[in-house]
């Protein structure tokens, strides 16, 4: 890749992806062919996978909130299952299991997989081996979270779950978003969890820009990732850039206007990454 664009084409090309536009208008913008968008992409992805590996380690969060965030490649599972034996292998429903630090906004984990448990031990187990201190953990009340995290933590952890419990619609066809909230319910379910923290909110707007950031995420639309190996790599580079590249407006506030970014709040980091040093890690091969 480096002996066919320029670094100022690949900066080019990945800030075009990181505000939200897909493959094809990314293309366009860049005057660079699909192909060549989708191989940067895929490689850099991978890079900014094995960066996070390798660095989002001992990490000292103590507060984080958990949530799914569901998306699909290719065709939507009840497409999927119509096939049958015909189903195209890797397609239909990918879930992204994410984990916020409620303090400093990083996000030290996640995961892409089905909504079941086999996942959310897999993501309990990858977040458990970041951490160094004790944490408090909410969830919604999906039960793999409740028996991932017994297996994982066993007593070592103060874990609720919020459930929000949404009132009938009377039209519900003629709108998208979620019925108005009636009321939410907090469960204690392991140790001593403080319930005036017990919350999603910051777990979910995480997921809300999500979806402004990422096309692949845009519902009702044909945006959709054709390759789970692409969904994957935009998920990364997405993730690369949101902790260490984006400055955070409430971080930035409470440091007197001074930008930081969640890497930079969780001592990961002591200035915001440029574009240029995450293309970077495609030459430093980190």
């Known amino acids: ?36 968008v989708s191989k940067l992409l895929v490689e850099l992805g991978d890079a900014c996978s094995k ?15 958990a949530d799914e965030i569901w998306s699909f490649v ?50 309990i187990d990858d977040l458990a081996a970041r951490l160094i201190y004790r944490i408090q953990l909410t969830t919604d009340g ?33 709108r998208y978003s979620p019925a108005k909230i009636q009321e939410t319910v907090k469960t204690v379910v ?9 919350s999603t909110s910051y777990v979910e707007r995480q997921n809300l820009t999500m979806r402004m950031h990422l096309r692949r995420f845009t519902r009702l639309t044909n945006g959709f990732s054709k390759k789970l190996e692409n969904h994957a790599a935009a998920i990364s580079l997405y993730y690369m850039i ?15 206007g001074r930008p930081t970014t969640p890497a930079m709040a969780a001592m990961l980091a002591t200035e915001p990454w ?5 293309v970077g890690l495609l030459d430093s091969k980190i």
């Open 242 to 256: 949101y902790n260490f590249v984006k400055p955070h407006m409430t971080l930035t506030k409470n440091a007197g």
């Open 51 to 65: 960066y996070h590996d390798e660095n989002m380690i001992d990490l000292s969060c103590k507060r984080i909130e």
């Open 142 to 174: 999906l039960k793999v979270y409740i028996d991932a995290v017994e297996e994982v933590f066993g007593m070592d952890i103060d874990y609720a779950t919020l459930v929000k419990v949404y009132g009938e619609d009377p039209e519900p066809q003629k």
């Open 190 to 198: 392991q140790g001593d969890p403080d319930r005036s923290k017990i």
């Open 1 to 36: 890749m480096a002996n066919i664009l320029s670094k100022e084409k690949r900066v080019a090309i990945v800030k075009a992806l990181s505000e939200g536009n897909g493959i094809r208008p990314t293309s366009r913008l860049t005057g660079t062919s699909k192909n060549t």
């Open 274 to 278: 440029s574009y240029e040093r995450v």
């Open 74 to 123: 290719a065709m939507k599972e009840k497409t999927a299952k119509r096939k049958g034996e015909k189903r195209p292998p890797m397609v239909g429903d990918a879930w992204t299991w994410v984990a916020i630090d409620a303090e400093s906004k990083l996000v030290p984990s996640w995961l892409i997989g089905p909504r079941d448990f086999a996942t959310a031990k897999k993501f």
